[in-house]
C-alpha cells in the first residue's frame, strides 16, 4: 500500500516547490508535473508531486482523510 498526501503549492523554485501539508511545509520534487505554480493542489508521494489536483477535489480527499482520523479515535 502507498499513501500519497494532498498539498498547496507555496513557491516554486525550478525543480523543486515548497508544499504546505495543513500548516506543514515540505520541499518537493516536481520533475513529473514541470507546470506546477504557486496555488496549485498537488499529491505528493515519497517526495515526488505525481498528480495536480483541483482545490475542490484536494479538499474532498483532505476530509476523507478527517473522517479516517475521527473513526481511528479511541483505538
Same mark, same amino acid.
Given at each position: 500500500?502507498?499513501?500519497? #498526501?494532498?498539498?498547496? #503549492? @507555496? +513557491? /516554486?523554485?525550478?525543480?523543486?516547490? *515548497? /508544499?504546505?501539508?495543513?500548516? *506543514?511545509?515540505? +520541499? #518537493?520534487?516536481? =520533475?513529473?508535473?514541470? =507546470?506546477? &505554480?504557486?496555488?496549485?493542489? *498537488?499529491? #505528493?508521494?515519497?517526495?515526488?508531486? @505525481?498528480? &495536480?489536483l483541483d482545490e475542490k477535489?484536494? &479538499? $474532498? @480527499?483532505? +476530509?476523507?482523510?478527517?473522517? /479516517? $482520523?475521527?473513526?481511528? +479515535?479511541?483505538?
Amino acid at each position: 500500500m502507498c499513501l500519497a #498526501v494532498p498539498g498547496k #503549492v @507555496i +513557491e /516554486v523554485n525550478g525543480p523543486l516547490a *515548497v /508544499v504546505d501539508f495543513g500548516g *506543514v511545509k515540505r +520541499e #518537493v520534487r516536481l =520533475d513529473l508535473l514541470p =507546470d506546477i &505554480k504557486p496555488g496549485d493542489w *498537488v499529491i #505528493v508521494h515519497t517526495g515526488f508531486a @505525481i498528480e &495536480k489536483l483541483d482545490e475542490k477535489r484536494a &479538499k $474532498e @480527499i483532505l +476530509e476523507a482523510w478527517a473522517e /479516517v $482520523e475521527r473513526a481511528m +479515535e479511541g483505538f
